[in-house]
């Protein structure tokens, strides 16, 4: 019976997480958040570097680390040493999926290879990830998220058109790759559901990224074209950009039809834009697209976002705020729908956490914080392990858990 | 075997968030029927990039992306019979899977609303730009505006780059994928726990919370008030020296952060003489412009020299995190991407064969793997709707 009852389509299934940073710990925050009880085993020498904080400089309150390990749980057991794995090995017996994101060739020196976790259990799903994968020429590099977005082709198209590439903001890449992980390693599990078979799921960081960008890769393969930066422009789109308005705030807009761009032209209102036959197909639009922006830039100048925003969509046209952090946090619609549910430590500290990015109907509940360092290490081995008191104080005694 | 082969997917979604999840299942062997209107087919078909050829509908590169492994019917929702036929369809299936507009739904006889009464064992899963029911002010959305109003358009590119307008994301449907990408895990978790109770579900996702979520390491922080919210467009960020810069043949990206990654760095550009006052941990603890320009300055004297995978090369076995900024090309060329056979060969009837990007995870078990081309417009109508009939003939319901 797992300690945490919280419902949802995933109640009953149990995993171990072995990871660190973002990327791993995304994978097993989409289980948690299905209602999987999902079990970080943490080593004391050799902590998630998020955990430390220097400014909160509490390792069970350190800002990133919470932020991508709510509803989980913890156990203090020390991997490095043999006694640690054999309990992990024991603890696998137990659970259904197995994440990790160490580095390549870590787990198999560690003892937790996939040929020996899945002779403890053969039902069990094991996931690998790399910024490569698990194997090939340059599997033994490592890298970060923007290493992925560089190799993986998607750093070359962002930027402004014919200047340097400047790349996605650099905090893109690694819940993309958790993301991909989650899913590759559900449709193992489901797999092991209906057959009693495992099966080990190696992922790869860079091309989770060439995925992102998978259109653009056929235009190569398919007619040879080598898609560089294109700043905000869109070949099927136009007016297609971003627009500064008087007040400072930019705001997007996008037309992609010519009834669209009619009630634009309409809402701009200058003299005769409605019916500029320069404008009025997007075969002209585009051919037109640099005195068509400046039209566009120069009547946006003189409105505020909130009331240009609301105008257009009004009247039927695509268009948004470019929201900084400040409207994100304060963001009605993110409120209303639940996106930010409160969660609690077990201290009962709470605040308002980032929620998953669909709602299902019987969803698991999401109320839990990020576990402290260690704080279910006697669940694990008391209650799924079964070892006494004492075994537990000896365990404790040789320094193999905390 | 594949993982998937014994499901059937009914797919109404005629955008890119919709196809993509089909496809992500497909690839698993799920038996994906995917309906479109008559004459044109999915708007898909008619958005590039185009292979040659004459006839409008099979043209597209993108539809044959994504549209891998599926069966296509042509069926007229907006008529009566063709809503009668879907209603039929439905008892056949486990999943069905849309990216119309909140209530296009409700518009076809498939209220979620009702499902759990009316259909209790159907997965359904609608993604729409803002969920259901959304607000007048976010009514209209493109691939753009989602980009932006999730916070990532105005924190691209980032701190540095301020004089440079927010950007667009890579590529037209970066918010698409990742809205697909997101559905086909909600099914997939929905499916597994039907297994047991045979109870369906409701999966409403929002390609804006999608995006949002994909932030949640800074988000997190911002909304429980644990880093400063500001009108920044470098709020997002890390800062230091490190990022993309020119070499003789492109771009490379650099990350330095750590006391490690700088000794290493030293080591790399020469040592020269002002780096020896520094501190060791000033990457971390003592960020100057002054001390950052220096780091770059050196850095691209460094790489004038050197192409981007000698350059990497080098970085990397000195345990410095460098990597090459790759082209499309380059990304097919890499030998990397070849051993593990990223891209495969797909034929197609009219496209011929061409290099597809597959996915991004090996299974030791189950692989997905391309088995069939995207379907010709219709090419599954005739055997679909007489298995229908026929089995309404025999009194046979759900197979």
Known sequence: MAKLQRGGPLAGVRVVELSKIWAGPETGKHFAFMGAEVIKVETKGSLDFTRFDTLTGDINKARGFMSVNPQKLSAQIDIKQRAGVELVLDLLRHCDILVDNLRPGAMERLGLGWDVVRAVNPRIVQITMGMYGNDGPLASQTGYAPCFCAIGGLSSLVGSAGKPPTGMNMRYADSTYGTAAAFAGLVALLHARRTGVGQFVDVSAVECMTTMVADTMMDFTLNGIEHGCDGTRHAEMAPHSTYRCKDGDWISIAVSSDAAWEALADVIGQSGLSTDARFNTLTGRKANEVELDRIVSGWVATRAATDLVSELQARGIAAGKSCNSMDLIADPLLWERGFFPEAAQSDGASRPIVGPGAKISRAAEICDDAPWLGADTGYVLGDILGLSADAQAKLKADGITC | ?399
């Not at chain 2, 109770?197 to 804006?208: E, K, L, N, T, Y």
């Not at chain 2, 081309?373 to 025999?394: C, H, M």
């Open chain 2, 1 to 399: 075997m594949s993982a998937l082969s014994s499901y059937k997917i009914l797919e109404l979604s005629e955008g890119v968030a919709g196809e993509y999840c089909g496809k992500l299942l497909a690839d698993f062997g799920a038996e994906v029927i995917k309906i479109e209107r008559p004459g044109s087919g999915s708007p898909t078909r008619h958005l590039g990039p185009f292979g040659s050829g004459n006839d409008a509908n099979e043209r597209s590169g993108l539809f044959a992306y994504l549209n891998t492994n599926k069966r296509s019917i042509v069926l007229d929702l907006e008529a009566e019979t063709g809503v009668e036929t879907l209603a039929l369809l439905l008892d056949k299936v486990d999943v069905v899977i849309d990216d119309h507009s909140s209530g296009w739904l409700a518009g076809i006889g498939l209220d979620p609303e009702s499902l759990e009464s009316v259909r209790p064992g159907l997965v359904l899963c609608s993604i729409t730009a803002y969920g259901q029911n959304p607000p007048d002010e976010r009514k209209y959305a493109e691939d753009l505006t989602v980009f932006h109003t999730s916070g990532w358009g105005f924190h691209t590119p980032g701190a540095g780059h301020e004089d440079i307008p927010p950007l667009k994301g890579p590529g037209r449907f970066f918010c698409n994928y990742e809205a697909g990408q997101e559905a086909a895990m909600y099914v997939v978790a929905s499916l597994f726990d039907r297994e047991s109770d045979s109870r369906g579900r409701f999966i409403d996702v929002s390609m804006h919370e999608v995006m949002v979520s994909r932030a949640d390491y800074v988000v997190a922080q911002f909304v429980a008030g644990e880093m400063d919210v500001t009108d920044w467009r470098g709020g997002f960020d890390m800062h230091g020296p490190g990022g993309i810069f020119p070499c003789k043949d492109g771009f490379i990206y650099v990350f330095m952060a750590t006391p490690d990654q700088w000794a290493a760095y030293r080591k790399m550009i020469g040592d020269p003489e002002w780096t020896h006052d520094l501190p060791p941990d000033w990457l971390m603890k003592g960020l100057t412009p002054e001390r950052i320009a220096l780091t770059r300055r050196d850095l691209c004297e460094w790489l004038k020299s050197r192409n981007k995978v000698d350059a990497a090369h080098e970085a990397q076995a000195l345990g410095i995190t460098l990597v090459p900024v790759n082209t499309p090309s380059e990304v097919v060329a890499s030998p990397q991407y070849q051993h593990r056979k990223y891209f495969v060969d797909v034929t197609h009837p009219v496209l011929g064969t061409v290099k597809y990007p597959s996915v991004p995870y090996r299974m030791s078990e189950t692989p997905a793997r391309v088995v069939t081309s995207a379907p010709l417009l219709g090419k599954d109508s005739e055997e679909v709707l007489s298995q229908l009939s026929e089995g309404i003939r025999t009194g046979k319901g759900r197979d």
